[in-house]
């Protein structure tokens, strides 16, 4: 299966628990269903993206990095490669590689998604399509802040940032998922 096929599929198949994700959901898959190349980002219009919500084993700290073309503290992620052949792959490929922890675990299904505004590597104005999941990370991680980051570290999941965007909701979706 492509990974468009299993972008199509993730979302098809995720029933989120608001009718806002919902609509964005299906706006997703009507983007999708128009580009056959709606992963790739070379695909100018817009592109599917994958993040992931990093909560270390207590479920109190949520690891964000300082992202440089941004300039605020988000959830680890980026773009889609040729080598990843599902959303979920892409999302964990990008937090281990981000965050430099191994053994981090990822929830199959979709957290939120959002659609945005940016100029990314292409150096065009284009919209990123984020899939976020939910990522646990093993006992006593400690992350490695990499050359895609300005600084990474543990936050405390009720004591965030304040230049933080949409990581408090997906940290109550986090943690209201876990229970």
């Known amino acids: 299966m492509s990974l ?8 098809e198949g995720w029933r989120p628990g608001s009718s806002g994700q919902d609509a964005l959901r ?17 695909c100018e219009p817009g592109h599917v993206t994958a993040s992931a919500l990093v909560l270390d ?16 503290w988000l959830q680890l992620g980026g ?8 959303l979920v792959e892409a999302a964990l490929r990008e937090a281990t590689e981000e965050s430099g922890i191994r053994g981090l675990r990822i929830e199959p299904t979709p957290l939120h998604v959002d659609v945005h505004p940016i100029t990314c590597s292409l150096g065009k104005p284009t919209r990123h399509f984020d899939v976020r999941f939910l990522v646990r990370a093993p006992v ?4 490695v802040r990499s050359a895609e980051s300005v600084d990474l570290q543990w936050w405390p999941v ?13 940290v109550e979706l986090a943690l209201g998922r876990l229970g």
């Open 158 to 170: 009720d004591a965030l940032p304040s230049n933080v965007d949409t990581v408090p909701e997906l």
């Open 79 to 86: 773009h889609c490669e040729p080598e990843d052949s599902t």
């Open 140 to 143: 006593g991680a400690k992350p």
């Open 26 to 42: 299906n706006a997703f898959l009507g983007f999708l269903a128009a580009r056959e190349d709606g992963c790739q980002r070379s």
């Open 4 to 11: 468009h096929a299993d972008a199509v599929s993730t979302l």
């Open 57 to 72: 084993a207590t479920r109190e700290q949520v690891l964000l990095t300082l992202h440089p073309r941004v300039g605020r």
